[in-house]
């Protein structure tokens, strides 16, 4: 892992990446785009974006193709498998050899079924900010193999994409720029569960509500967010921020 | 720095990896003891995501200029260095290293710290974090205290990896996610607590800590249980065994104290 301050140049160029795949600047990210692509520049077979039912099962939103979709299917039926982790724990489950004894044993059920289908390798990336459950973004492919880690941190770029785009359609949209969000800032997250507080709403609602401010004032996120931490600035469930 | 200490610090460490444990909980007793241990001022210990930031995954102290201390270091700083060189950086006095990190050394003397020191937290030849350690003066850390810090910060790796092997980069991967995204559950929790219970985040995060280690919860769990309010704040305030004036507000602006345990 080399250690550069490339986390915004990252986001930009993995945003550019879409927007060319979607067919021009300025095109919201759609999911059909994101899937697509990180398919494609991460050189997998496909791609698929899950979400979280309210009964916590996992349903597709979009997926490249069959495979991906079929991938997700098989786990919810199975009961086991790398995304049913992945939104257990909150972390990423990275698979880069589905016939590994180790894996074939973590999946009795779900790591034969898959590899008699073809696939070999499984990247399992909850799209999760703290408490905010979004679903996952899954991807695969037929040959064995692990993600560098500039692919690695591609990967975690678009679940990044993913999540913001699931936020917006969940809250009405919210188009803040191409600005990747100050996630490593404490106090934008501190900020979040004040909000939630003072609107009695969840996490996602109070992140959206936040961005939703900052966009409206022309603010950077994170001033705002100290703000909030200071408590120069409050939420009121009858208006908006004072 | 005592013998006796020393040895009661790493049984106690020691003791808790055996169990199921709760690693944000062990990372913050860890960085405590530093404190303690090293005779300094204020630890962290922060973790590098995979996107090129390094993240405050623990620290002694929780005040809004210490935040903005460490953040700053993913630009310049003892931290950075440390954690590209993989070795240890330090400086005795910050007041001549205005040349080196000029914005770092700004923050850090409004902060009251004059000198400061980082060790990498290393895995297998890998950087994967780091340690920053301040102190209010000046002087090189002595060599006894530099091995403790050394032996601390080993076991932090130690205590992230958990019982796990590491047999791949990815589990090492799955494992830092799981960490840094169980550190911003907590922040939204601190954020929950501090507004219903009209509280700074300090106490927020003392509240919870306390709640959790009463009832065995892992901090992330019941962070999670807070803001989804499948836990009323109010009852995590009244039950264990807190009393409001018991916590230590913080004010604004006051200078870094490590917080008492």
């Given at each position: 892992m080399t250690l550069s301050p490339d986390?915004?140049?990252?986001y930009a160029r993995v945003r550019a990446w879409i927007e060319a795949q979607s067919g021009g600047a300025d095109s919201a990210v759609s999911l059909a785009a994101l899937c697509e692509t990180a398919s494609l520049r991460l050189g997998m077979g496909g791609a698929a974006v899950t979400v979280e039912t309210s009964r916590g099962w996992a349903e597709t939103r979009y997926s490249t193709g069959d495979m991906a979709r079929r991938l997700v299917e098989l786990q919810v039926t199975v009961g086991e498998g790398p995304c049913l982790d992945a939104t257990r724990t909150g972390g990423p489950v990275l698979v880069s050899d589905l016939g590994s004894l180790s894996c074939q044993r973590r999946w009795p059920l779900f790591a034969p079924l898959a590899t008699e289908a073809g696939v070999s390798a499984l990247f399992a990336l909850p799209l999760r900010v703290g408490s905010i459950r979004g679903g996952t973004l899954v991807l695969h492919r037929a040959v064995a193999g692990a993600l560098s880690g500039g692919q690695l941190a591609d990967a975690l770029t678009f679940t990044e994409l993913a999540l913001r785009f699931l936020l917006d359609g969940h809250a009405g949209a919210v188009e803040d720029g191409a600005d990747c969000l100050p996630l490593h800032d404490?106090?934008?997250?501190?900020?979040?569960?004040?909000?939630?507080?003072?609107?009695?709403?969840?996490?996602?609602?109070?992140?959206?509500?936040?961005?939703?401010?900052a966009f409206a004032t022309r603010r950077p996120l994170a001033d705002l967010a100290a703000d909030v931490v200071a408590r120069r600035v409050t939420f009121d469930p009858s208006e908006e921020a004072t | 720095m005592g013998d006796d200490r020393l040895l009661a610090t790493f049984v106690e460490l020691a003791d808790t990896l055996i169990d199921d444990f709760d690693v944000i909980d062990f990372m913050h007793l860890l960085v405590e003891r530093c404190v303690e241990l090293l005779d300094i001022d204020a630890a962290g210990l922060l973790l590098a995501d995979q996107r090129g930031h390094l993240r405050l995954i623990a620290s002694s102290d929780a005040q809004v200029r210490w935040l903005e201390l460490v953040q700053l270091q993913n630009d310049e700083g003892p931290c950075l260095e440390a954690f590209a060189a993989g070795d240890h950086v330090g400086h005795p006095d910050l007041r001549t290293?205005?040349?080196?990190?000029?914005?770092?050394?700004?923050?850090a003397l409004e902060s009251g710290f004059v000198a400061v020191d980082a060790l990498p937290m290393r895995l297998r030849g890998q950087v994967i974090g780091a340690l920053n350690l301040f102190r209010s003066g000046t002087g090189d850390l002595p060599g006894t205290a530099l091995s403790t810090a050394r032996a601390l910060v080993d076991v932090a790796t130690i205590g992230l990896l958990q019982e796990r092997s590491i047999r791949n980069q990815e589990i090492l991967t799955e494992q830092l996610q799981i960490a840094l995204n169980s550190r911003v559950v907590i922040e939204q929790a601190k954020g929950f607590l501090a507004h219903r219970l009209n509280m700074d985040m300090d106490s927020a995060f003392t509240v919870l800590r306390r709640y959790a280690r009463a009832h065995n919860l892992k901090l992330a769990e019941l962070c999670t249980a807070v803001v989804d309010r499948t836990i009323d704040a109010h009852t995590l305030a009244s039950s264990a065994a807190i009393r409001r004036d018991q916590l230590s507000p913080g004010r604004e602006g006051e200078r870094l104290r490590p917080r008492a345990t």
């Open positions: 986390g915004a140049d990252r404490p106090q934008l997250h501190q900020a979040t569960g004040m909000i939630a507080a003072q609107l009695d709403t969840g996490i996602d609602e109070a992140l959206s509500r936040l961005r939703a401010h | 290293a205005g040349e080196r990190w000029p914005r770092f050394t700004v923050a």
